[in-house]
């Protein structure tokens, strides 16, 4: 059996089904019972429902448990603390295999978030477990899309001119399925996850433009703005960790380029990843749909 932590977030609503499609029996856990219903209907029938956090949602998550793939939690303060302790949970429980969803690039450690995933994976490299390290860039995601379809504004929160590599989350939960399904042929594996491509802001807003067709503003965000929009009507200040991740993030990338190489990925996947362009278009389809 495998288990899936955050099974409800990005990636894992795109990982269950696949691997409950490749005859994987899947166990899911997930911070709440909204998360657990959802899950329920695509056919889990084995969720635990908890705090990773906690050492009783741990070792219940974790018996009986054969691979493991752990996604820590976004910007979260224990997030160092809850990989521990699941690498622990594994080690002691015999689990076969235990597969990491890290960063790209997590030896850059003025970003906090990378710093706390380079961390777990030397945790993990020490643990005597059998291990693959998963290291994606930056994910397409369809809500930084949404203000271009609505509003024809695509905004970035740093330097519009620095250039990133990004992956899509589809090809990424592709790989966690092979990887999970084929464990002997990658074990001991660190892979770097990278589409294809590295953009500045400006040529991001090009290419949505050319999919809908019409011009498309590319708009900076002011670090202030947007961590108002990110913790809505409450006060930044509330949140001095996420706040402090958050800010580390926007500094760096608008300091450095945030690039990797989609070499390992065309590899993993025996085909060419998904482009950008191809992630527009496949995200506009969907939205006129929903909006017609």
């Known amino acids: 059996m ?27 856990c ?7 219903e959802a899950l329920h209907a695509l056919g889990v029938h084995d969720i635990v429902v908890g705090d990773i956090s906690e050492p009783t949602t741990v070792k219940r998550a974790v018996r009986g448990i054969e691979k493991i793939y752990h996604v820590g939690p976004t910007v979260h303060p224990r997030e160092r603390d809850m990989g521990f302790a699941i690498i622990d949970a594994a080690r002691a429980e015999g689990v076969q ?11 850059t450690t003025d970003l906090v978030q990378h710093e706390i995933k380079r961390d777990i994976e030397e945790y993990l490299l020490s643990s005597g477990l059998e291990f693959t390290i998963l290291q994606p860039s930056n994910y397409m995601l369809a809500w930084r899309l949404r203000p271009a379809f609505d509003r024809g504004v695509f905004e970035l929160a740093w330097s519009l001119d620095r250039r990133q590599s990004m992956v899509d989350l589809g090809d990424v939960t592709d ?21 294809p491509g590295r953009y500045t802001a400006h040529e991001l807003g090009a290419i949505i433009a050319g999919v809908l067709e019409r011009p498309i503003e590319v708009r ?26 958050l800010r580390a993030i926007l500094t760096r990338y608008s300091s450095h380029d945030f690039i990797g190489n989609p070499n390992v990925l065309t590899w ?6 998904t482009t950008f362009e191809e992630f527009v278009r496949g995200q506009y389809a969907i939205f006129t749909r929903t909006h017609a």
């Open 30 to 36: 997930v911070r709440s019972e909204a998360s657990a």
């Open 220 to 245: 900076h965000i002011a670090p202030d703005t947007f961590l108002k929009g990110r913790f809505g009507d409450a006060d930044p200040a509330q949140f001095p960790y996420e706040s402090k991740v």
């Open 97 to 107: 295999h235990f597969v990491f969803s890290s960063v790209l690039h997590a030896i």
């Open 2 to 28: 495998i288990l899936v932590t955050a099974a409800f977030g990005n990636q894992g609503r795109l990982l269950v089904p696949k691997l409950l499609e490749a005859g994987q029996p899947v166990r899911a």
């Open 175 to 195: 790989v966690v399925r092979i990887v999970l399904t084929n464990s002997e042929q990658h074990a001991g594996a660190t892979y770097e996850l990278v589409g």
């Open 268 to 273: 993993l996947l025996q085909r060419p990843p």
